[in-house]
């Protein structure tokens, strides 16, 4: 029952991610801090969580076969490999067949992209950027971090409302981990010779596509604008630090 638990709770934070252009979440305190336990997955036991994810993914997703789109982004994702500090994983990245703007990735390495992203975005320095976020999560470990958290936490109580307490810990910790990636990512493609500015540029204009359709007291809430536009503006002082010919 615990693993069962352990990758409901994991599959909660790729889905959080995935709303990572378009969602809506809460924050507790910066109080809240994860624990002293260093104990998280192996690498191999990322990977085997992560491949699980894929599984479930397989079965109710339906991918492009283009192959040369295929091939244009997994070219892109190995260059963004290249310069990150996890070159170990066997990554991968993948088109879901749908018009939701999203990206997410799993422990295992594989990346995901929504049609619908990848229509939105205007250029590849875009596209790299949104990759690099999604490697940075796995170089930066947070499914691992996330598990130790849930371990420690399912250790302790008997808690019968389990899935409420992952999705405590991961309100807590997802804009810890947003802007870890945020950040690592818009350096990876910078280092990998795209322009750094992909990743504010673009979650811009999605929040612009939103407010237009929405506005300002849309479903989202004024709260997730306030969000989008923090994190642009942190980028965009993290980018000013940069250098690059872009």
């Known amino acids: ?32 801090q994860l624990n002293g336990d260093n104990t998280g997955l192996s690498e191999e036991e990322e990977i085997e969580l992560g491949r699980k994810v894929d599984e479930y993914l397989s079965r109710g997703c339906h991918f492009d ?6 091939k244009k982004i997994n070219d892109i994702t190995q260059s ?8 170990t994983l066997p990554y991968i990245c993948s ?30 320095n875009e596209l790299a950027c949104i990759i690099g976020h999604e490697i940075a999560h796995l170089s930066l470990r947070h499914a691992s971090k996330f598990y130790r958290e849930l371990k420690n936490v399912f250790s302790q109580q008997n808690n019968a409302n389990w899935d409420e307490v992952a999705a405590l810990s991961l ?7 947003e802007a870890e990636a945020d950040t690592k990512g818009v350096f990876y493609a910078c280092n990998a010779g795209y322009d750094p500015n992909g990743l504010p540029d673009f979650l811009e204009r999605n ?17 997730y604008y306030a969000e989008v536009e923090m994190r642009v503006c942190k980028l965009r002082e993290f980018i000013a630090t940069l250098k690059g010919d872009w």
């Open 171 to 177: 309100e807590n910790h997802l804009r810890e981990f």
């Open 1 to 32: 029952m615990e693993w069962k638990r352990i990758f409901f709770a994991i599959f909660i934070l790729l889905v959080a991610d995935a709303i990572f252009f378009s969602g809506v979440c809460c924050f507790a305190n910066d109080e809240w």
């Open 65 to 70: 076969t283009d192959a040369e789109l295929n």
């Open 207 to 223: 929040l612009d596509i939103i407010v237009a359709h929405n506005g300002l007291s849309g479903i989202f809430g004024m709260g």
């Open 80 to 87: 963004i490999v290249a310069v990150s500090e996890r070159k």
């Open 95 to 124: 088109i879901i067949q749908s018009y939701s703007i999203n990206a997410f990735s799993s422990s295992c390495g594989h990346i995901y992209i929504t049609k619908g992203l990848l229509q939105l975005t205007k250029n590849e």
